[in-house]
């Protein structure tokens, strides 16, 4: 049987974003005065340290930006190969998401491939993976 | 000579695998060798810097603190560091640069110790103890089994293959080089015992694509010590010194997936920035390279080449070879002569610069050196001439 994957310890800053997939939304963190984005999630703005910051749920939708097919079991019983990808995110510039491409064959994922968010729920933590678009 | 900072010496353990003896021993084994070469004694040290200070959670990875080595050594101390939140493995002896020019301190001793092998044989004491959760950096990566750097660097690597065209063939050349090297360097015996083959490495197991096993460095016992001293106490050393002429480091955003490329494109121009030599003054390369990858980012950063260009100027190999036009990481490197974790590089640098290479020497009287460390979103690095 497959491991659990690590489960992040929820804190005031990460919980909106490993929790918000239980409502089906990914939070990322957002600026109230400037509207740009951080993360990783802090309790204020990285581009103009506002602390007027919320969770806003954004699109996701993105684009592989790079990926590596992994053949490394780095735990027991671990299934290899699988794709550990970097997805930019739609509408949420200078933001990035490591995340692993489910439900194709490693082979048939790509640079540059459109692909949108897909929850995997385990003990409470609601982890961003991503498919490949149509 | 003043407000000048030399390397006036350089030590090194035994480097081996699960290695029975204990990590402060080592560190004391290559703190001798360093201080003797120096020709200084032990009570001449009056500062001691290390990278990243002793890792409380998980000691095979920095088993040794400052304040041991203070203490087990007899060291009177002006000033002391160990951090791991320096640009990287490198701004240790950078910092000990900045108090031998401060005059606060005249002789400083810099360590890096090991114990990774090691401390997998003896879980107990060496190992981080099992965590239900993760948090900090690596739960932006943990949780989607990209557990390793080796997974974080291939996503650099794969953007340089998807964009330039980087070949296998011609990143091969970096594990290839550094066997070879390593064949010739007594200190590597316990990690290369042949010299790799590109037939070998192209039929070798994938770890993280576009990285294969010999891409990614393996865990080690030992210990690097470096001393750094004053420009006006070099009446008391019994050496060629070394003089740190440079150096530069950075972080942009201390996050492995939300830079585009390792930092070494931010570093290698800054070092330039703050010498009159040039790129085309440069003798060696001693690399940071953990993982294959990283040398072809210094290789483009510092300017040897343009970015992108990497793979071409190391294809083949003979431009990197010890009597190409620049010997890459002489000693073996991470790849061919185990994970010192960055202060290698300025041992061999050193070593080289003063002929004391032995089999390995590279021909002429070189004169330049570059010696850097890290990778990801830190870096750093030291240029170091004989002048």
Same mark, same amino acid.
């Given at each position: 049987m497959a491991p659990p994957r690590p489960k992040p310890k929820l804190d005031q800053e990460n919980t909106p974003f490993w929790t918000g997939g239980a409502e089906g939304k990914l939070n990322i963190i957002k600026c109230g005065d400037c509207g740009e984005y951080t993360h990783p999630p802090r309790v204020l703005c990285r581009h103009c340290q506002s602390e007027n910051v919320a969770p806003e749920a954004v699109a996701g939708t993105g684009v592989i930006d790079?990926?590596?097919?992994?053949?490394?079991?780095?735990?027991k019983d671990l299934p290899v190969p699988y794709v550990i990808a970097r997805v930019a995110l739609d509408g949420v510039p200078g933001v990035y998401l490591t995340t692993n491409i489910v439900n194709s064959p490693v082979e048939e994922v790509k640079f540059g491939d459109a692909v949108r968010v897909t929850f995997e729920e385990n003990d409470g933590i609601f982890y961003p993976l991503f498919e490949k678009v149509g | 000579m003043a407000k000048e900072a030399y390397i006036?010496?350089?030590?090194?353990?035994?480097?081996?695998i699960r290695l029975p003896r204990h990590p402060l021993l080592l560190t004391l084994d290559a703190a001798k060798e360093a201080v003797a070469e120096a020709g200084l004694t032990l009570?001449?040290?009056?500062?001691?810097?290390?990278?990243?200070?002793?890792?409380?959670?998980?000691?095979?990875?920095?088993?040794?603190?400052?304040?041991?080595v203070i203490d087990a050594l007899g060291i009177k101390s002006k000033w002391q560091m160990g951090a791991l939140e320096q640009p990287a493995q490198l701004s240790a002896i950078g910092m000990a640069a900045w108090a031998v020019k401060e005059g606060i301190c005249r002789h400083v001793l810099c360590f890096r110790t090991v114990y990774e092998a090691g401390g997998m044989a003896d879980p107990a004491h060496y190992m981080p103890a099992r965590?239900?959760?993760? #948090?900090?950096?690596?739960?932006?990566?943990?949780?989607?089994?990209?557990?390793?750097?080796?997974?974080?660097?291939?996503?650099?690597?794969?953007?340089?293959?998807? /964009?330039? +065209?980087?070949?296998?063939?011609?990143?091969?050349?970096?594990?290839?080089?550094?066997?070879?090297n390593a064949m010739l360097n007594p200190r590597a015996r316990a990690i290369t015992k042949e010299e790799l083959t590109l037939d070998k490495y192209m039929s070798a197991r994938m770890?993280?694509?576009?990285?294969?096993?010999?891409?990614?460095? *393996?865990?080690?016992?030992?210990?690097?010590?470096?001393?750094?001293?004053?420009?006006?106490?070099?009446?008391?050393? /019994?050496?060629?010194?070394? *003089?740190?002429?440079?150096?530069? +480091?950075?972080v942009d955003r201390y996050s492995w997936d939300q830079v585009e490329w390792p930092a070494a494109y931010d570093t290698g121009?800054?070092?330039?920035? *703050?010498?009159?030599?040039?790129?085309?003054d440069v003798d060696m390369a001693q690399f940071y390279d953990g993982f294959a990858f990283l040398p072809i980012t210094w290789l483009e950063g510092l300017g040897f080449c343009e970015k992108g260009e990497g793979g071409k100027?190391?294809?083949?190999?003979?431009?990197?070879?010890?009597?190409?036009?620049? =010997?890459?990481?002489? #000693? +073996?490197?991470?790849?061919?002569?185990?994970?010192?974790?960055?202060?290698?590089?300025?041992?061999?640098?050193?070593?080289?610069?003063?002929?004391?290479?032995?089999?390995?020497?590279?021909?002429?009287?070189?004169?330049?050196?570059?010696?850097? #460390?890290?990778? +990801? =979103?830190m870096a750093a690095a030291l240029l170091l001439t004989k002048d």
């Open positions: 790079t990926m590596t097919v992994n053949h490394q079991p780095w735990a | 006036t010496g350089v030590g090194q353990s035994e480097v081996g009570d001449q040290i009056d500062g001691v810097f290390s990278f990243p200070g002793k890792s409380h959670g998980y000691l095979a990875f920095s088993p040794v603190g400052t304040d041991e965590s239900e959760t993760v #948090s900090g950096p690596s739960q932006w990566t943990s949780p989607f089994w990209a557990t390793s750097a080796a997974c974080w660097t291939a996503q650099y690597a794969a953007r340089h293959v998807h /964009k330039y +065209g980087l070949t296998r063939e011609q990143l091969g050349q970096i594990a290839i080089n550094g066997s070879k770890i993280s694509t576009p990285l294969c096993l010999y891409d990614c460095d *393996r865990f080690s016992d030992a210990s690097t010590v470096i001393i750094v001293s004053a420009g006006d106490a070099l009446d008391e050393v /019994k050496c060629e010194p070394i *003089r740190i002429a440079a150096m530069a +480091g950075s121009p800054d070092l330039w920035k *703050r010498t009159d030599y040039t790129v085309n100027f190391i294809e083949g190999g003979t431009r990197i070879a010890r009597d190409g036009e620049l =010997p890459l990481n002489t #000693s +073996g490197g991470q790849l061919g002569s185990g994970r010192l974790h960055g202060f290698g590089f300025a041992h061999e640098a050193v070593t080289q610069l003063r002929g004391n290479g032995g089999d390995r020497q590279i021909p002429g009287d070189p004169k330049v050196a570059v010696a850097s #460390s890290g990778g +990801g =979103p």
